[in-house]
């Protein structure tokens, strides 16, 4: 099948590996658009292998050759879904879990339970005690409630290993709702108060103190933020671990331009061997970085309105894609087979959903939409998956993946039946 890069780069944003075919439809994965529409329906969240196993090991050998004694834990709460974690594990990651439901996925993923570090600023008793059964790697202390937990529930003549959550001061720049480093923040403590919470640990025959974490926020453009956090960190004293968290801002418009992840690690591995021991362990948890760019969604345009603005109204919306009405994110669209929309219209794309804010993308050009085109949203790999709700009885998306002209289902769309799954009376 011949395939040509359409002009103006428009290929850039959706997963590293996608095409085009002769007739101008999209492929993702080796796969057309339309046979993926055909086969698990639309709205499909459409995820490529190859593209995702790719950037787990840029970010793995890239941390490897800049600090060998080191480790990558992809942040689970990117993509909770049990085969993005397999993936992850397969690939030598460890697993960043926030909370019950993503140990579980990370269990049912076949990951180590040593490789895990569970994050959370309000850990319930079910929580750590799942934590401690399950033997978790790394227990990250967001409070001294924690401590009390921990205290309370793991067994006498064991002790669990913890990070300590450090509030770095750094105040990145990125949107206020996805900001976790500025004073003031609510995870972790500030460095007086992680301090004494640090003295208490050692104490504890229940808790062994291994290190410290940090993380300053997401969707950061710029790596002079992450390198700003280490110094506040290594001031708390040495450790053997310290896990310096995600944030790395990941690419949704043609406009934005985030550090490579070379770059990124050069910063970091630059301000730890600056401030933090040689001899130290590091932890970096990326998440949206690590997969945002390697999925699509694909809608089918259900009806498009003319007047003072042209709406395109999609079957999907804010019931799988939050990003857009919970902090701004843009994206951009295209028509799968019609990508190059120069000259095209300038319209909004807008969801199924009853809110004025469920906007996908304003003012973006397509190509003379109509009714029953395919329209394509990329870089919808991160936190996408993580929202989805079932606000006006929405159904789930399906997750797919595609590799090598290849598609297979990974999550299947939820049925009109799940909706009642719960319901007792
Ligand atoms: C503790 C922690 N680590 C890692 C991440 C991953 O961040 P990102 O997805 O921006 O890489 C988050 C997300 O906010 C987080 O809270």
């Known amino acids: 099948m ?9 290929l850039s944003l959706f997963p590293p590996g996608s095409s085009v075919a002769a007739d101008g439809m999209l492929l993702l994965g080796g796969c057309r658009a339309d046979a993926l529409a055909a086969e698990f329906g639309t709205p499909a969240l459409v995820v490529c292998e190859a593209a995702m196993r790719a950037r787990a090991r ?16 992809f942040a689970s709460k990117a993509f909770p879904c049990t085969a993005v974690q397999r993936v992850m594990v397969e690939e030598g990651l460890g697993l960043d879990v926030a909370g019950g439901g993503e140990i579980v996925t990370a269990l049912a993923a076949g990951a180590d339970p040593a490789t895990l570090v569970l994050h959370g600023n309000a850990k319930g008793d079910e929580e750590i005690a799942m934590a401690s059964e399950h033997g978790i790697g790394l227990v990250v202390v967001d409070n001294a409630d924690d401590v009390d937990r921990l205290e309370a529930i793991v067994p006498a003549g064991r002790a669990q290993d913890v990070l300590v959550r450090v509030i770095p001061g750094v105040t990145a720049e990125t949107h206020a709702h996805v900001l976790t ?23 504890s025959p229940r808790l062994r103190m291994q290190g410290l974490h940090v993380h300053v926020g997401s969707q950061i453009l710029d790596v002079e933020p992450f390198a700003q956090s280490v110094a506040p960190v290594a001031a708390l ?4 671990v310290y896990d310096l968290g995600g944030g790395l801002g990941a690419r949704y418009t043609y406009a934005d331009e985030p550090p490579s992840v070379g770059e990124y690690l050069d910063a970091l591995t630059g301000a730890a061997r600056e401030h933090l021991p040689a001899a130290a362990e590091i932890i970096v948890e990326p998440g ?67 809110e004025s804010g ?10 003379a939409p109509r009714v029953g085109d395919l329209l394509a949203v990329p870089a919808t790999g991160a936190y996408c998956f ?6 006006n009885g929405n159904r789930r998306i399906p997750v797919v993946f595609a ?8 999550v299947r769309r939820e049925t009109w039946n799940d909706l009642l799954a719960r319901d007792i009376d």
């Not at 840029?58 to 834990?73: F, N």
Request: hydrophobic share 45%; glycine share 12%.
């Open 288 to 354: 949206r970085s690590m997969v945002a760019s390697a999925a699509a969604t694909l809608y089918r345009v259900v009806t498009v309105k003319r007047g003072a603005v042209t709406f395109v109204a999609v079957d999907g919306g804010m019931g799988d894609n939050l990003e857009v009405a919970l902090f701004g994110q843009r994206f951009e669209a295209a028509i799968a087979d019609r990508l190059d929309a120069t000259g095209g219209e300038i319209v909004t794309v807008v969801g199924r959903h009853c």
């Open 386 to 391: 993580t929202m989805a709700n079932n606000y």
């Open 2 to 10: 011949a395939v040509t890069e359409p002009s103006g780069g428009l």
């Open 358 to 367: 469920d906007v996908l993308v304003e003012g973006v050009p397509l190509d």
């Open 58 to 73: 840029e970010y793995a050998d890239g941390l490897a050759a800049r600090w060998p004694r080191s480790r990558v834990v």
């Open 237 to 240: 004293g040495e450790f053997p």
């Open 181 to 203: 480093g500025h004073a003031g923040s609510k995870f972790g403590l500030a460095p007086a108060a992680a301090a004494e919470l640090i003295r208490r640990i050692e104490r």
């Open 403 to 410: 590799t090598d002209g290849a598609a297979r289902l990974v």
